[in-house]
């Protein structure tokens, strides 16, 4: 399977990628969130240092009990930490953590608002993480034409609107006719399955047990030969199993669900906690006697 994300060709299978989450804003589900450009960057080089492959940043959080942010507000925040992202990729001669790491990392562009993706591709980034499902076309067009490469998630109804759905007959059937639906709709915008990965969306408009279903079976997100980001990090399904109201307490459950996606082969996983997932992704991968990621 080959991924390409503008500035590399990433091959698999290989050791499961970490992307380390960075919030440029102050109102993050875990309160790790900072508007200073500076923060943000020092939070992305200790990510660096402690594994991360792939940087993940957003300006804007998920939560559908804060209202959004403005277009202007979302690239103004972007830009200034994608400006100095070269600079602080440039301290390092090498890989900072071990040889498997990807090298230069991958810098990540978590939003769904058009404008702001035609406004920030011009300035780098090598992935858009787009949480709105893909109504349309355009956002896979914008990433054709600047060669990035283009996150799939699967929800309903729009990002920031809090969901009142209450379940599928049958989650793993819906997730097929969606992505299927959805990769046919980015290939008509020109962009090829090789700059496309897939989200099943973990607590987005899913009930617990659409969730669980999706971890238990989520080596069915293979079939697409695309490689797929598992969603692990914190997660409310993690808190209402082990009743945890506090999602900084969630790690373990996080490492718990990093152990069974890699059984299931998924090939990144977005995560708080680098340190912990990256040591526990490379033990994992080095005892594993037949690893499928």
């Not at 503008?6 to 380390?20: D, K, N, Q």
């Not at 929800?155 to 759905?165: A, D, N, W």
């Not at 995560?271 to 037949?290: D, E, F, M």
């Amino acid at each position: 399977m080959i991924w390409k994300a503008r500035h590399h060709v990433i091959e698999f299978p290989r050791r499961p990628l970490v992307m380390g989450i960075v919030n440029i804003n102050d109102d993050s589900f875990c309160g790790d969130g900072t508007l200073d450009p500076d923060k943000a960057l020092a939070q992305a080089e200790t990510m660096l240092r402690e594994g991360a492959d792939i940087i993940d940043i957003g300006a804007e959080s998920a939560r559908t009990n804060r209202g959004p942010i403005s277009v202007e507000d979302e690239i103004q925040r972007l830009l200034p930490f994608m400006a100095a992202w070269p600079e602080l990729v440039a301290k390092f001669e090498k890989a900072p953590w071990d040889a498997a790491q990807l090298w230069p990392p991958l810098l990540s562009i978590n939003t769904w608002r058009s404008e702001v993706i035609e406004a920030v591709l011009p300035h780098g980034g090598d992935l858009i993480n787009d949480i709105s499902a893909l109504p349309d076309a355009t956002n896979a067009r914008l990433c054709a034409e600047h060669g990035a490469s283009l996150l799939i998630m699967h929800s309903i109804g729009q990002p920031k609107v809090r969901h009142t759905h209450v379940g599928y007959a049958n989650i793993l059937e819906t997730m097929t006719a969606f992505f299927d639906e959805k990769l046919a709709l980015a290939h008509s915008a020109g962009l090829s399955p090789e700059h496309i990965i897939l989200d099943p969306g973990i607590d987005f408009a899913k009930q617990r047990e659409d969730n669980l279903t999706l971890y238990r079976h989520a080596d069915q997100l293979q079939k697409w030969d695309r490689p797929v980001l598992l969603p692990v990090s914190r997660k409310t399904v993690i808190g209402q199993v082990l009743d945890l109201p506090n999602a900084v307490d969630r790690d373990a459950g996080t490492l718990a669900c990093i152990a069974a996606g890699m059984r299931r082969g998924a090939q990144i996983y977005r995560v708080h906690n680098v340190r912990a997932a990256a040591q526990a992704i490379k033990v994992l991968w080095g005892v594993s006697s037949s690893p499928h990621a």
